[in-house]
């Protein structure tokens, strides 16, 4: 099954990092898997192109069918696989509610991360504002309290929905990402938990990144966050 | 079951009607729908604030359950109601694939639709430049080219045979595009997609009331 998937990726991507996270839970170790630097803009090569048109990553392929959507990608792999590894969708209406929710809500942390740690890429020089970077500052800082109050009773076992769901594999390679662009643990006490209680998961662990995109650079770009 | 079921929504919105197409489709009418407008901010109320704090709409419950989430609704909605309603995953695993696929490109869709159709919207006066405008509105046509050339080698629906989830989510869109004047010559595919799923019951049920009663924009007439 793993031997007939084929994953492109990126190292610090965190949608690439979803999608291996994923694997892992489901037990699909194995699967062929090409790192590919962005640096060197490889996302934009032929081997790329030919399965994501696009030019981004992840890139991934089951057999002949594609699926580069990285969230999109888990929900296949999860509904795919459902009676292998770990159950990442809970059955219970409420947690399953909870988790698609916060899931989905995954999606919005991310870009508001991206529009303050990666401004830049955003908002091509000539055309960049202190007053637009405040106003995403801003509304970042909104953002992650809304996540602490999400978090307010997180244990071992008591994660976004309950059980590790496909919500925590969303969010919290976004965690993960702010915390090494220079995030406060101090600031954001329940995130800082949440991170601790998950970074061994061995999944988790199984994918870290290698590296971090541009760190040299931006290890503090969160830091005043 | 319905019953138990509120809706908070405004007209236009593809959040919102995917969620009201997926109730349909589901065969969950009856359910307890509250129409709100826009203009008058009253996606700010109270009555949404109690229910979505981020003061945005859909705001859905199902008893005590809240997903305001349209994509997280809507996949709810399939999986606790698989048995009843229309089935809106397919079988074959290629066309499931596809369907997860396109229904998550959706959002890269309305994303280049809300940079340059509602630019002045999200960009306050002094932080607009025409090079962004310009870039903007070249991706949104870059975008819709993509779509266009999915309709050329898929069809009648998103993932292939079946209606799915994926059109759930994206027709919404696609509706929103024609809605502000895209040309039906430009984009063959895409007109007769809209054109197939327009009248399909779950979306000839939830068309936006506004949209019968005035003629749409011809914003992206010349695309």
Partial sequence: MAKSMYLLWGSGSCPCWRVMITLEEKKLQGYKQKLLSFEKEEHKSKEVLEINPRGQLPSFKHGDDIINESTGACLYLENQFKSQGNKLIPDSPAEQALMYQRMMEGLTLYEKLNLVAFYDFYAPEGERHDSALKRNKDNLVTELQLWERYLENVAAGRYLAGGFSLADVVVFPSLAYAFRYGLSAGRYPKLAKYYSLLKDRPSIKATWPPKWFQIEQRSESLKDI | ?223
């Fill in chain 2, 1 to 223: 079951m319905a019953k138990d079921m509120t809706l908070l929504w405004g007209s236009g919105s593809p959040p919102c009607w995917r969620v009201m197409i997926a109730l349909e489709e589901k065969g969950l009418q009856g359910y307890n729908s509250k129409q709100l407008s826009f203009e008058k901010g009253e996606h700010k109320g109270k009555d949404v604030l109690a229910i979505n704090p981020r003061g945005q709409l859909p705001a859905f419950k199902h008893g005590n359950i809240t997903l305001n989430e349209s994509y997280g609704a809507c996949l709810y909605l399939e999986e606790q109601f698989k048995n009843q309603g229309n089935k809106l995953t397919p079988e074959n695993k290629a066309e499931v694939a596809l369907m997860y696929q396109r229904m998550f490109e959706g959002l890269s869709l309305f994303d280049k639709i809300k940079q340059s159709l509602f630019y002045d919207r999200f960009v306050p006066e002094n932080e607009r430049h025409d090079s962004a405008k310009k870039r903007n509105a070249e991706g949104l046509k870059d975008e819709i080219k993509i779509w266009e050339g999915y309709m050329q080698t898929t069809g009648p629906y998103l993932a292939g045979k079946s209606f799915s989830l994926a059109d759930v989510i994206v027709f919404p869109v696609v509706a929103f595009l024609f809605r502000f004047g895209l040309n039906e010559e430009h984009f063959p595919k895409l007109a007769a997609y809209h054109n197939t799923v327009k009248d399909r019951p779950s979306v000839k049920n939830t068309w936006p009331s506004n949209w019968k009663d005035s003629p749409g924009m011809d914003t992206l007439k010349n695309l």
